[in-house]
């Protein structure tokens, strides 16, 4: 429970630091309070007695033990009207701003709606608008491009396979490839670096399993980095037999001795597609140089 | 095709909602509005997809029998409601035969004040146009497109693992085996032949956006009752709202402009604003049909969720301030 609460606790500072959002809409629930409108007023006070609990620590805690620990912190304030109160007191305070300057006296209210305006964006937190979302968008694009060559190049070959596609690869393909296609199967999931992705399963990964994601780790940095390639270069050849593998994809910048020592040790020749290096290891031989 | 989807979407969700407001009010549907049938349409769709989930997961059908279910159901139900509309019409059409029944009086007129709404339209629409490229998807603890191409490959509702394609050792949580969402977006991306990114991605979060206007509408209406400026007015602040919380993850703006198709999004941006409107209009059977709906999609502590809490929040609140206004008033009468 101590553990709850101080992550109930660390989680409203976060949650403080996110915007002001919820600064404005402390002080229009105050607002509402001074005026007391007459109407709505258990929404109003519904609104601030969730509000008190979401922020003290203790009952926050309660809060998210009812919400079940698979949520954090911030979505406790899912039981406040924060939206709901916020676009009712800011209409509230439009309106009277509108009744209280009236014919010639009407460029002050429109001075204090361009202040009220300007007061709600700069509480806002518009986030990393392109930048963020692009070059995830890019990776996901390169990572479709590479298992759509893979597929393309295999089924084309003089030994396709009959058995559906197993892959180890690295972490932008093995996120994509069941995506694409949900008939592609693959060594290890996006639960083995997104935590939260944990949760949905009762399964872990072997150490065996684990071993082979961080290998795929130092090959995929292995271009610019002496020290991912020297742990790169022992490949481990029988977990990844073990794994059931079928397909093993590299990035296309890895250097030439990782592609040689990964064909020595897998006994099966590197392909070379856009955008990768891929080996197939069922043993039925693979295609040299397309 | 995903237009159909949308007309058709709309269309069987506003004639359903419409027949089980209008049943459960004796034929007048005075005081409902458009958007609560097209709300509570959308509600009993998903609980008809929880259906169909549990029929693959607990009765061992597989997704294509699911499926026929599903669609069983949805035309089923869309007959029926057709049937009770046609009823209704005839109904008011005897009655009004006779000129002195006609009743009269004010309603809510559009006519001029619509202009009022050109604003939050255009806002709502330029966000389901960003929505609607599915460019910024926030795919971090979501695996929905995996499960529901897991769903499609495997034909079978809860099969392997949807991130590796392998048998489950252990097992998932049964908590989690439960929710719908997945079957119900395979269902219908197989129906509609859309593919799965896109109808994930894509076509859902902008549904999510045009319900969450609806449900934000009920409560504007609630609010300003003939004051077409105020409820344009709410409905932009509202909007704006979202835009200035897309920067943190957990904001109800985030949710819906970069995971419009999760459980939690739906929930945060459309069950529970439309709770509060319904708790506000004092309409509380219909919350069942949100506290139903929230089980069915999102992770809740054995069904009770953030619908049921606020409900219950609210009733309470309801009453503290009735008996608080009652004391004070017989204290001033004494």
């Given at each position: 429970m101590t553990e709850l609460i101080q992550n109930a606790w660390l989680g409203w500072q976060a949650y403080k630091e996110s915007g002001r959002l919820i600064a404005l809409f402390l002080l229009v629930l105050l607002v509402l309070w001074l005026w007391?409108?007459?109407?709505e007023g258990s929404l109003r006070f519904y609104a601030t007695v969730l509000a008190v609990l979401c922020i003290c620590p203790v009952t926050a805690a309660l809060l998210m033990q009812y919400q079940t620990r698979?949520?954090?912190?911030?979505?406790?304030?899912?039981?406040?009207p924060v939206t709901i109160v916020t676009a009712w007191g800011a209409v509230l305070v439009a309106d009277r701003i509108r009744s209280a300057y009236?014919?010639?006296?009407r460029y002050k209210a429109y001075g204090l709606f361009v202040l009220l305006a300007a007061v709600f964006l700069l509480c806002g937190n518009f986030g990393n608008a392109s930048g963020q979302w692009a070059e995830e968008r890019a990776d996901r694009d390169s990572a479709v491009q590479i298992l759509t060559a893979v597929t393309e190049s295999i089924a084309t070959s003089e030994n396709p396979h009959s058995e559906a596609l197993c892959i180890l690869g690295p972490r932008n393909v093995i996120s994509e490839a069941r995506r694409l296609d949900g008939g592609i199967r693959t060594v290890y999931g996006r639960d083995m670096w997104d935590?939260?992705?944990?949760?949905?399963?009762?399964d872990v990964y072997d150490d065996g399993t684990q071993q082979l994601y961080e290998w795929m780790n130092a090959v995929e940095t292995s271009a610019g980095d002496g020290e991912a390639l020297a742990s790169a270069l022992e490949v481990p050849g029988d977990e990844i037999r073990k794994s059931g593998a079928n397909c093993l994809i590299v990035p296309a910048d890895v250097p030439k001795e990782l592609v040689q020592a990964i064909e020595e040790e897998l006994q099966v020749p590197a392909v070379f597609a856009p955008g990768c290096v891929y080996y197939r290891?069922?043993?039925e031989g693979g295609d040299q140089n397309e | 095709m995903e237009t159909l989807f949308y007309v058709t979407a709309v269309i069987g969700c506003a004639v359903i909602g419409k027949s089980i407001w209008d049943l459960s009010q004796r034929g007048s549907s005075?005081?409902?509005?458009p958007a609560d049938y097209v709300l509570t349409g959308t509600m009993v769709f998903l609980l008809l997809g929880e259906a169909a989930h549990l029929a693959g997961l607990?009765?061992?059908?597989?997704f294509t029998a699911c499926k026929r279910l599903f669609l069983l159901g949805a035309a089923g139900l869309f007959l029926a409601g057709c049937a009770v509309q046609g009823r209704l019409l005839l109904q008011r059409k005897r009655i009004s035969?006779?000129?002195?029944d006609k009743v009269t009086g004010k309603t809510d007129q559009f006519?001029?004040?619509?202009?009022?709404?050109l604003l939050p339209l255009t806002i709502a629409l330029g966000v389901m146009c960003v929505v609607g490229?599915?460019?910024?998807?926030?795919?971090?603890?979501?695996m929905t497109v995996e499960t529901v191409n897991t769903i499609l490959a495997q034909n079978?509702?809860?099969?392997?693992?949807?991130?590796?394609?392998e048998a489950y050792r252990l097992g998932m949580p049964m908590r989690l085996k439960v929710l719908c969402l997945p079957t119900l977006y395979a269902i219908l991306a197989d129906c509609f032949s859309v593919g799965t990114t896109d109808f994930v991605w894509r076509v859902v979060p902008v549904l999510t956006v045009a319900f969450c206007l609806l449900a934000f509408w009920t409560v504007a209406k609630h609010f300003f009752s003939g004051e077409h400026d105020k409820r344009a007015l709410f409905l932009c602040v509202v909007l704006v709202i979202f835009l200035l919380g897309d920067?943190?993850?957990?904001?109800d703006g985030f949710g819906l402009l970069h995971?419009?198709?999760l459980g939690v999004t739906i929930r945060q941006a459309v069950l529970v604003p439309y709770t509060f409107g319904l708790l506000l209009r004092k309409k509380?059977?219909?919350v069942l049909l949100c506290i139903l709906t929230e089980m069915c999609m999102v992770w809740t502590l054995y069904g009770f969720g953030v619908c049921a809490l606020v409900t219950v929040g609210m009733l309470l609140t309801d009453w503290l301030v009735g008996w608080w206004r009652r004391r004070t008033a017989g204290k001033e009468q004494a």
């Amino acid at each position: 429970m101590t553990e709850l609460i101080q992550n109930a606790w660390l989680g409203w500072q976060a949650y403080k630091e996110s915007g002001r959002l919820i600064a404005l809409f402390l002080l229009v629930l105050l607002v509402l309070w001074l005026w007391k409108t007459g109407q709505e007023g258990s929404l109003r006070f519904y609104a601030t007695v969730l509000a008190v609990l979401c922020i003290c620590p203790v009952t926050a805690a309660l809060l998210m033990q009812y919400q079940t620990r698979f949520y954090d912190y911030q979505w406790i304030w899912s039981y406040v009207p924060v939206t709901i109160v916020t676009a009712w007191g800011a209409v509230l305070v439009a309106d009277r701003i509108r009744s209280a300057y009236r014919g010639r006296e009407r460029y002050k209210a429109y001075g204090l709606f361009v202040l009220l305006a300007a007061v709600f964006l700069l509480c806002g937190n518009f986030g990393n608008a392109s930048g963020q979302w692009a070059e995830e968008r890019a990776d996901r694009d390169s990572a479709v491009q590479i298992l759509t060559a893979v597929t393309e190049s295999i089924a084309t070959s003089e030994n396709p396979h009959s058995e559906a596609l197993c892959i180890l690869g690295p972490r932008n393909v093995i996120s994509e490839a069941r995506r694409l296609d949900g008939g592609i199967r693959t060594v290890y999931g996006r639960d083995m670096w997104d935590l939260h992705l944990g949760a949905y399963s009762y399964d872990v990964y072997d150490d065996g399993t684990q071993q082979l994601y961080e290998w795929m780790n130092a090959v995929e940095t292995s271009a610019g980095d002496g020290e991912a390639l020297a742990s790169a270069l022992e490949v481990p050849g029988d977990e990844i037999r073990k794994s059931g593998a079928n397909c093993l994809i590299v990035p296309a910048d890895v250097p030439k001795e990782l592609v040689q020592a990964i064909e020595e040790e897998l006994q099966v020749p590197a392909v070379f597609a856009p955008g990768c290096v891929y080996y197939r290891i069922s043993g039925e031989g693979g295609d040299q140089n397309e | 095709m995903e237009t159909l989807f949308y007309v058709t979407a709309v269309i069987g969700c506003a004639v359903i909602g419409k027949s089980i407001w209008d049943l459960s009010q004796r034929g007048s549907s005075g005081k409902a509005d458009p958007a609560d049938y097209v709300l509570t349409g959308t509600m009993v769709f998903l609980l008809l997809g929880e259906a169909a989930h549990l029929a693959g997961l607990l009765g061992g059908m597989d997704f294509t029998a699911c499926k026929r279910l599903f669609l069983l159901g949805a035309a089923g139900l869309f007959l029926a409601g057709c049937a009770v509309q046609g009823r209704l019409l005839l109904q008011r059409k005897r009655i009004s035969r006779n000129p002195a029944d006609k009743v009269t009086g004010k309603t809510d007129q559009f006519d001029r004040k619509g202009v009022y709404y050109l604003l939050p339209l255009t806002i709502a629409l330029g966000v389901m146009c960003v929505v609607g490229q599915g460019a910024s998807v926030y795919l971090q603890g979501d695996m929905t497109v995996e499960t529901v191409n897991t769903i499609l490959a495997q034909n079978a509702v809860t099969s392997v693992n949807p991130l590796t394609g392998e048998a489950y050792r252990l097992g998932m949580p049964m908590r989690l085996k439960v929710l719908c969402l997945p079957t119900l977006y395979a269902i219908l991306a197989d129906c509609f032949s859309v593919g799965t990114t896109d109808f994930v991605w894509r076509v859902v979060p902008v549904l999510t956006v045009a319900f969450c206007l609806l449900a934000f509408w009920t409560v504007a209406k609630h609010f300003f009752s003939g004051e077409h400026d105020k409820r344009a007015l709410f409905l932009c602040v509202v909007l704006v709202i979202f835009l200035l919380g897309d920067g943190f993850f957990g904001m109800d703006g985030f949710g819906l402009l970069h995971g419009g198709f999760l459980g939690v999004t739906i929930r945060q941006a459309v069950l529970v604003p439309y709770t509060f409107g319904l708790l506000l209009r004092k309409k509380r059977i219909c919350v069942l049909l949100c506290i139903l709906t929230e089980m069915c999609m999102v992770w809740t502590l054995y069904g009770f969720g953030v619908c049921a809490l606020v409900t219950v929040g609210m009733l309470l609140t309801d009453w503290l301030v009735g008996w608080w206004r009652r004391r004070t008033a017989g204290k001033e009468q004494a």
